[in-house]
């Protein structure tokens, strides 16, 4: 039986923060990743799709830690980063409390019409450009047969019509590895040829060694992770 040649679409904030962020495997090797994920095939180009991340009052290190993690796929030629950015604009959210309150008030019987959650007046950072490049490379590399078959590492919806366009327009198999989610995607597992949630095991067979070598000299993996 032929190796199918995969290459590999990864939705880094998906991935992030639906299977990663709460873990310790967040020093993670994508290259052996996506191997993982298809290991009777060949992985043989991964792309993966971010953005810079700013300084938080909380959290001023947060960049320090993302480019420390980026110079370490950076040490793989077979991994490539593309890049969306972030919009950060003010904007008014009801409070969860007074969502919550109102809501229980409603489970109770109790009239709630005319009720109005309290609103906060806050910061909102929007990940732009992430679902669409995303899309538009998965569609080119197929309509070029650069692949036999396509992983895509996410759980946007937002996905279904480009992997519906590659699977049924340039029929190319497309293998869906989703994010650990209560919510996995109903209409991306309508249009994968497989849907699959991604585990523990995948994740912590696929760390990078703690210190790496590149051309700027010796590095580790941030302290925490």
């Known amino acids: 039986m032929l190796l199918l040649n995969i290459w590999a679409y990864i939705d880094g904030f998906n991935l992030y923060n639906g299977a990663l962020k709460s873990t310790p ?16 095939d060949n992985v043989s180009k991964v792309k993966f799709f971010t953005a810079k991340v700013n300084a938080r009052p909380n959290d001023p290190d947060q960049p320090v ?17 593309i890049e969306g950015h972030f919009l950060t604009k003010p904007t008014y959210l009801p409070e969860v409390t007074s969502v919550d309150a109102i809501a229980a008030q409603q489970n109770a019987g ?9 609103m906060a007046h806050v910061y909102r950072s929007e990940e732009k450009g992430t679902d669409v490049n995303l899309a ?5 590399d197929a309509h070029l047969g650069r692949f036999d078959a396509a992983i895509v590492v996410s759980n946007d919806s937002d996905l279904a019509g480009a992997v519906g366009i590659v699977k049924k327009e340039i029929s190319k198999p497309v293998f869906f ?10 209409l991306l597992k309508k249009e994968a040829t497989r849907f699959r949630e991604i585990t523990n095991t995948h994740l ?8 790496l070598t590149d051309s700027r000299g010796p590095f580790s993996k941030p302290s925490g992770w």
Not at 204 to 211: G, I, L, T
């Open 177 to 186: 590895f989703h994010p650990s989610s209560p919510y996995p995607s109903f």
């Open 65 to 81: 830690r993302q480019m420390r993690y980026w110079r370490a796929l950076r040490t793989m030629n077979t991994i490539e980063i």
């Open 110 to 118: 109790v009239n709630t019409r005319g009720m109005r959650p309290t």
């Open 25 to 40: 495997y967040r020093w993670l090797d994508l290259q052996s990743f996506s191997q993982n994920l298809r290991p009777t």
């Open 136 to 140: 538009i490379h998965l569609v080119h």
């Open 204 to 211: 912590s067979n696929s760390q990078f060694p703690s210190s």
